[in-house]
C-alpha cells in the first residue's frame, strides 16, 4: 500500500491555526510535481492545488467546521482532491475553469452565435458566490441541487429556477467539451434535472382588448419599442425571431402583405429557414417606415437584451400581474388562431412549433374548440318526424 504523504504543519487543524496569516500559501508537495496548498486567513484557511504553473482553490479547511468532504475538507480530504484535480489535468497546462469563468465562456458563445446573451447575464445574477469560483471538475449532484432548491425557497417560481438551471447545465456542457478534465458531467445532469412542478402550465392567456391596450401602452412608451410588441403580438412570433429579421424580409404586398419570419435556432444544428407569416396593412406600412435607411440585410430592430423589463412598466400601468411578459403576446396569439377554428397544423407551422407542443399545451382550448366543433353536428330530435311519416328505403339490389 503506498504511503501517505504526511505534512505536521497542516494535516491538523492545531498545527494550522499556529501559522501566520499571510496571502502567500503554505505548501507541501504529494506527488512529483504536485503541491497542496494552504492559506492561512483571518477567518478560515483555505486549500489549492499548485500545479504546472497554476494556482487552483477548490475548498475551505476544516478550521473552524466539521469537514462535509465537498465544500469544507480536511487535509486528507484535500490531499486527494488536489491530486485528482491535478492529474485530470497532467496533459494540460492550462488551470481548470470555474463556474463562473465556465458562465463567461458561456456568454461569449451565445453572442458568437446570435443568441441570447441575457441567458448568461441572468444566470450569473443567481449565482453564489462559492458556486462562482467552485472548480467545473469538481461540481457535485447534491450543491447543484440545493443551489436550485435555494432559487425556489428565495420566491422563485419552480418553472424560473429550472429554466436558470438548465442555462448553467449550457455552461457546464460546453466547458466539458472543451476541457476533457471534466468528466463529471453527471453532477449537472442528474442535480439540474427538471423539477416536478415545474411544467405547470404558466401559459398567460390574453383577451383581445388586453393585447390591443398592450400594444398601444406599449408605443406609449416608445415608438420603436410599440412597433416591437405589436410585431410580436400579430404574429405571435419568439422574440428571437424577431430580432433576426431585416427589411428584405417584409414582402410588402399592397394588398395581402407577409412577414418572412426567421425559424428559431431551437434543436441541435437546426437549419434556418424563413416562413411567411400574413400581416395587416397598418403593421405593413409601419414596418415600412422602420425599415427606411436601414441596409436590406440590417436588423429591423435594435436589440433589447431584458425585453420582458422594458415591457413591465406598461403591464404595471395596465393593473396587471406580474406574469404578464411579452410571451403571453405568443400564448394568446395561439389560443386565439385555435378558437378561431384554424387546424392544428396550420397554427403549430405559423408559430414554429410542433403539433405535439400544440396538444401538449393547449389540450384545453382544443377541447373547447373541438367542443364547439363537434356540437354544430348534433342533430335535434325535438320535433323530428314521426315514425308512421318515414317512407322505408327500398332495398339495394345486391
Request: hydrophobic share 40%.
Amino acid at each position: 500500500m503506498a504511503r501517505r504523504t504526511r505534512s505536521a504543519s497542516l494535516e491538523n487543524r492545531t498545527q494550522r491555526l499556529k501559522l501566520t496569516a499571510r496571502k502567500k500559501p503554505y505548501t507541501a508537495l504529494i506527488a512529483p510535481g504536485i503541491f497542496l496548498a494552504y492559506r492561512r486567513n483571518a477567518g478560515p484557511g483555505t486549500w489549492s492545488v499548485k500545479c504546472s504553473g497554476w494556482l487552483k482553490r477548490f475548498a475551505l479547511a476544516d478550521d473552524h467546521e466539521d469537514a462535509n468532504s465537498e465544500s469544507v475538507m480536511t487535509y486528507w480530504q484535500a490531499l486527494e482532491q488536489a491530486k485528482k484535480l491535478a492529474r485530470a489535468g497532467e496533459s494540460n497546462s492550462e488551470q481548470p475553469i470555474s463556474v463562473s469563468e465556465a458562465v463567461d465562456a458561456y456568454e461569449t458563445d451565445l453572442e458568437t452565435r446570435g443568441g441570447r446573451k441575457y441567458n448568461a447575464t441572468q444566470l450569473r445574477l443567481h449565482l453564489t458566490d462559492a458556486l462562482k469560483t467552485k472548480t467545473v471538475a469538481l461540481l457535485t449532484e447534491r450543491e447543484l441541487r440545493e443551489w436550485r432548491a435555494g432559487l425556489v425557497k428565495g420566491g422563485l417560481k419552480p418553472s424560473s429556477a429550472d429554466r436558470i438551471g438548465r442555462a448553467l447545465k449550457a455552461a457546464l456542457a460546453l466547458a466539458a467539451r472543451n476541457d476533457k478534465r471534466i468528466t463529471n458531467t453527471g453532477a449537472w445532469q442528474n442535480g439540474l434535472r427538471k423539477l416536478p412542478d415545474s411544467e405547470v402550465a404558466r401559459n398567460v392567456i390574453l383577451p383581445d382588448h388586453t393585447v390591443k391596450a398592450l400594444v398601444h401602452g406599449s408605443y406609449d412608451e416608445d415608438t420603436d419599442f410599440g412597433l416591437l410588441i405589436e410585431v410580436l403580438a400579430e404574429t405571435g412570433a419568439r422574440e428571437s425571431q424577431i430580432f433576426r429579421l431585416t427589411p428584405s424580409d417584409l414582402q410588402d404586398d399592397l394588398t395581402a402583405p407577409r412577414l418572412m419570419v426567421p425559424t428559431s435556432k431551437k434543436g441541435k444544428n437546426r437549419k434556418i429557414e424563413h416562413r411567411p407569416l400574413s400581416i395587416s396593412l397598418r403593421l405593413a406600412k409601419a414596418l415600412r417606415q422602420q425599415a427606411k435607411g436601414r441596409a436590406e440585410h440590417a436588423p429591423l430592430f435594435d436589440k433589447t437584451w431584458n425585453l420582458a423589463a422594458t415591457f413591465r412598466p406598461v403591464v404595471e400601468r395596465l393593473e396587471l400581474g406580474p406574469e404578464v411578459t411579452p410571451y403571453a403576446l405568443r400564448h394568446s396569439s395561439i389560443v386565439r388562431q385555435l378558437l378561431m377554428g384554424v387546424p392544428i397544423r396550420v397554427v403549430a407551422a405559423h408559430h414554429d412549433t410542433s403539433v405535439t407542443m400544440i396538444e401538449k399545451n393547449y389540450s384545453r382550448y382544443i377541447g373547447d374548440l373541438s367542443d364547439a366543433l363537434t356540437r354544430k353536428t348534433l342533430l335535434n330530435f325535438e320535433n323530428g318526424p314521426r315514425l308512421a311519416d318515414v317512407a322505408p328505403l327500398e332495398r339495394l339490389a345486391s
